[in-house]
């Protein structure tokens, strides 16, 4: 494998091995985030199953995501002028 390294993450009880390009620590960092968003979805309605909790985590990734690019984009908008 071409600079890939394997890590096992814990996300939301489950043991996963990812195939990563990134460093260890990346993937932590990245794995640690989707399992508190799924522990943070779970506390707003307890009654999701798995499937929806994985769902609205990743529903609030990508709105977590696209506000970053937005303000980036607003940020290096302002930094023109």
């Known amino acids: 494998m071409n600079g890939r390294t394997r890590t096992t993450v814990s996300i ?3 043991q ?3 195939v990563s390009e990134e460093s260890e620590d990346h993937v932590n960092d ?3 985030y989707v ?3 799924m522990k943070e979805m ?3 309605n307890p009654f999701l199953d798995t499937s929806r909790l994985a769902v609205l985590a990743a529903v609030n ?3 977590d995501y696209i506000k970053a690019q937005k303000k980036n ?3 290096a908008a302002e930094d023109e002028d």
């Open 73 to 75: 984009q607003a940020d």
């Open 12 to 14: 939301y009880g489950h």
């Open 61 to 63: 990734i990508a709105d």
């Open 30 to 32: 990245v794995s640690k």
């Open 16 to 18: 996963y091995t990812i």
């Open 35 to 37: 399992d508190e968003k």
């Open 42 to 44: 779970k506390r707003v």
